[in-house]
């Protein structure tokens, strides 16, 4: 909090499905001192994106979507695309992957491979054995998962490592970030960009766009049959995560905090005004970080459920089959993670597999995440499950989740949290281990 000069912070985190930690530090009103709280409520900004896709793979499990199909076939007013010439396809698979050619907040695809042409020189440059053995594995036919570059594409959560957090960086710059139109529809809210031409075939190539899921909004919308706020609402109810909800301006919220940045001048001052009504989906949302470990333990038992046999028919299902959650963390080909470059990007999240090069070297974890930035704020949900014993499982002597989870929002924008979570995950994970061999 004190190195990146952030007003508010708000850190939470749970072991084996319990909240064990759960605390604010310093203001969530500066200018009337209300300060933080375990219930101040926060723009979660793109972890919007994983409840989304939440909903998405609810729909899919119920038989209701078709991620393969066209997405005209539920979206009609989303125009065909053509491409070079010719007619392309994009499917609700594409879109969660970041993989549709849809833009994101920049509408010059000249200057989007400029500024990637431009992070990948300086990727290089600062990894020079990476790169190198790197490439010796590309000679060898080994498929590349760490093609992890910064990306200035990304909402907010790529920063200058020498820039003041806060500051409006070239990604902060884009017009689109402070639209104050008030969309009445998530249709409507296609107007935005659903004329625009695709940047490259679906499929081809990854480019992070928050639109692709403005678009999967209207796809939830008409499957489900339900407007996609209240579906999403009503899916919130489910899963007991009673504080989280649409970032309205008008709405009264009780616990919400306020938004900053740094000026040009280095000082403090309230976000510009911004109203999020158009991107509900890719990041409209507000939470507590009580609410995000419990959508993180209901993934996180959803996925171990299954692997739990000698139950006696006493655990109850999870929301999600174990095996849809499985695709969900499954890392997608020719697709990338600005902020943490271990991973590459899967369904709405970014996963970092299981990996160790070296005896007593280290010792790569699997674990889920995904970051947000916002217009005054920044935040990650982080999932490290256990994993877990044979001999446990088969005896029932422990139950699902299994793991831990750490979320951290904070009212300031483009500060980088994911390693900071990912530190907290390691040290709550050694600490249950000591309390084991205790």
Known sequence: QDEAGIPGILVGVSVDGKEVWSEGLGYADVENRVVCKPETIMRIASISKCLTMMAVAKLWEEGKLDLDAPVQKYVPEFPEKVYEGETVTITTRLLVSHLSGIRHYEKDITKVKEEKEKANRAFKLTQPCQDKEQKEKEGKGIEKTDSVKPRKEHEGEVKKRNSKPGRRDKE???????????????????????????????????????????????????????????????????????????????????????????????????????????????????????????????????YQAGQFKNTNGKLLPGYLKPDTVAMMWTPVPKTEVSWDRDGQYAMAWAVVEKKQQYGCCRQQRHYASHTGGAVGASSVLLILPEELDSEAIDTGLVAPPRGVIVSIICNMQSVSLNSTALKIAREFDKEKWAQYID
């Open 172 to 302: 902060f710059e884009q017009e689109e970030y402070y639209l104050k139109e008030k969309f009445e529809s998530v249709i409507e809210s296609l107007k935005i960009f659903k004329n625009d031409p695709l940047f490259f075939k679906p499929g081809s190539q990854f480019l992070y766009s928050t639109y692709g899921f403005t678009l999967l909004s209207a796809v939830v919308e008409r499957v489900s049959g339900q407007k996609f706020t209240d579906y999403m609402l009503k899916m919130f109810h489910d899963l007991d995560m009673l504080s989280t909800v649409l970032d309205d301006n008008e709405a009264m919220i009780y616990n919400r905090a306020r938004c900053y940045v740094y000026n040009k001048k280095g000082r403090l001052v309230n976000a510009p005004y911004v109203d999020n009504s158009y991107k509900w989906a890719g990041g409209g949302f507000l939470s507590s970080v009580g609410d995000l470990l419990k959508f993180g333990n209901a993934l996180l038992y959803s």
